[in-house]
């Protein structure tokens, strides 16, 4: 659960700071970009594979560089579905993906790496990672 947790807040973040970057996205309240975290990460766990899967032969033909635009195509549908969130268009959704996306990991990265490991032995001593 607190993962899921961590997950809607980081993209919660990473939201806010891309309608800070971007002129395009707005935000009406803050009750709108907490639930246009938490639809955004719904969309991207069921949407977005289904649309992944039903453009393979396109996303493999591009590298998978279509998945970019099906990133932007999630970020415009929950547009679409919170009143108070706005993208004003396509490439601003395109862009506003991307740097969601890659805040997104960088601030998985950090706020979900454990400390450091330890590996029990045989005999009752640890072993650090």
Do not use: C, Y
Not at 53 to 67: A, E, H, M, Y
Not at 86 to 115: E, M
């Amino acid at each position: 659960m607190t993962d899921f947790l961590l997950q809607w807040a980081v993209t919660a973040v990473s939201l806010w700071l891309a309608s800070l970057l971007f002129k395009g996205i707005k935000f009406d309240s803050t009750g709108a970009l907490v639930v246009s975290a938490l639809l955004l990460g719904l969309a991207n766990a069921v949407v977005k594979p289904l649309l992944i899967i039903l453009t393979l032969p396109l996303t493999l033909v591009t590298f998978g560089l279509f998945i970019l635009v099906i990133n932007a195509l999630m970020m415009l549908l929950v547009a679409w579905l919170i009143k108070g969130f706005k993208v004003s268009g396509f490439w601003t959704a395109f862009f506003a993906g991307v740097f969601v996306s890659v805040l997104s990991i960088a601030f998985g990265a950090v706020f979900s790496a454990s400390p450091e490991t330890t590996l029990e032995m045989p005999h009752g001593n640890s072993v650090w990672l």
